[in-house]
């Protein structure tokens, strides 16, 4: 499938990564024993590569968090934050794409997706730890952190997406997301057909 970014959507991919390296560096929890630090940067990750697609998820979720870790005086992370994180984003994006293509609601869709990406960064997080630190068990300390982190958001990233639909934002943004199934997609296309037609024999009939 071929991908356009027209300029509105480019800014807006510009403005998801900035928006992602804050709420990663904002709100964030040190973790002693990995070095690291539990964030809710993955809410805007998700949001971007649902929203906009895996492009979108891999360099808000690569760039965005990377230079969160470089802000936070956390250097030694930032080649595997930007590893863990774009695959993060372009896998949730790549698979929101597929869903959008079954009959499934696009929220349970974007849920479903959300939930894979951020048991990818948790997986992705604890080999990471276990060979810079050299220990496993080390390592799965900083798991129980990372499913939380993982949880809120999955959590946030829906309240976004339905704040966006409900603002109309994924209209004027040129959003992959819409909040419809296929099947309900379909459905609409084919009752706007049918009014169409309706409209045009109630023209010729007037004509004659």
Not at 182 to 187: H, N
């Amino acid at each position: 499938m071929k991908t356009k970014f027209s300029t509105k959507k480019l800014v807006t991919i510009a403005v998801l990564t900035a928006l992602t390296t804050v709420a990663t560096f904002a709100i964030k929890i040190p973790t002693v024993a990995t070095e690291g630090y539990v964030n809710v940067g993955d809410t805007v990750v998700m949001f971007a590569a649902i929203a906009l697609g895996p492009i979108a998820g891999f360099i808000a979720g690569g760039l965005g968090s990377c230079l969160a870790d470089l802000i936070s005086g956390y250097p030694h992370w930032i080649l595997p934050t930007f590893i863990i994180k774009g695959i993060e984003g372009l896998i949730v994006g790549l698979l929101f794409r597929l869903f959008k293509k079954t009959k499934l609601n696009e929220y349970v869709s974007a849920g479903i997706c959300a939930v894979i990406g951020a048991i990818l960064m948790i997986a992705g997080y604890f080999v990471a730890s276990t060979i810079m630190k050299g220990s496993a068990a080390v390592a799965l300390t900083g798991v129980p952190g990372n499913c939380l982190q993982g949880l809120f958001s999955v959590i946030l990233s829906e309240v976004l997406l339905v704040a966006a639909k409900k603002t109309k934002i994924t209209d004027k943004l040129e959003f992959d997301f819409c909040g419809k199934s296929q099947k309900d997609l379909k459905e609409e296309e084919n009752e706007a057909k049918v009014e169409e037609k309706s409209s045009d024999n109630d023209a010729d009939n007037k004509e004659e």
